[in-house]
């Protein structure tokens, strides 16, 4: 069986390009999402799944920054490159677009379903969504208490891992699509599930359809 897409975590990352009043990098976004994650953890709930990674630049996830480009690429966001002098080298400039807005506002029943997360993620985004990387990770270092061992960043050793929503075992709350959810934004996030959708319908409407021997 092939493993199941984390649904969740691409909402999240919809959901706040969508809320952000200006474009934003890899760097910025994983550090809102580690803000998030941090708040959540303390509460005993569970968001997005990405375990952060101590990094040069602060908490990082490669992960994030490969589900922002294939949401780019599949037309669910505008991006563009830029060249920064600071890390020497080309990144990715993302923000929202209709399709953004269309899918949420398509998914918003699942959202209302899940406010005590996503309101958490609203504060986060009020507090901290106009700040860029730099004053994300310098905001993030003044921080005694983080993660999984409640102690600062700085005492955590580099490439290891600084909290990981999955340690909880029993959260008290967890964004988790069930079956038909997951079906729904699988069609909705996936253009060719959704080519082939209305594909087959098209065929239905004019009759070029068959049906299968039953033995």
């Known amino acids: 069986m092939a493993n199941k897409v984390n649904y969740e975590d691409l909402i999240i990352d919809l959901y706040i390009f969508e809320r952000l009043e200006r474009s934003s990098g890899n760097m910025s976004t994983a550090k ?6 941090e708040d959540l953890y303390k509460k ?3 968001g997005s799944h990405y375990p952060m990674i ?3 630049m602060g908490p990082y996830n490669s992960q994030i920054g490969t589900h922002i480009k294939n949401l780019a690429l599949n037309g669910y966001l505008n991006h563009e490159e830029s060249y920064f002098d600071k890390i020497k080298k080309k990144t990715l400039i993302i923000s929202k677009n209709s399709n953004t807005t269309k899918f949420l506002k398509n998914i918003d029943e699942l959202i209302q379903e899940n406010t005590n997360v996503f309101t958490v993620l609203d ?3 009020n507090e901290f969504g106009k700040m860029n990387a730099e004053e994300l990770k310098n905001y993030i270092y003044t921080l005694k208490e983080v993660g999984r061992f409640n102690i600062s960043i700085k005492d955590y050793p ?3 891992i600084i909290l990981n929503p999955s340690d909880l075992n029993n959260p008290t709350s967890e964004f988790k699509l069930d079956e038909i959810w997951y079906d729904t934004v699988e069609v909705l996030l996936n253009p060719r599930i959704l080519l082939r959708l209305k594909s087959g319908i098209k065929d239905i409407q004019y009759g070029k359809f068959t049906f299968s ?3």
């Open 32 to 37: 809102l999402l580690f803000l998030f994650e």
């Open 44 to 46: 005993n709930m569970i």
């Open 54 to 56: 101590k990094h040069k």
């Open 123 to 125: 504060d986060i985004i």
């Open 158 to 160: 580099m490439y290891k």
């Open 213 to 215: 021997n039953v033995n």
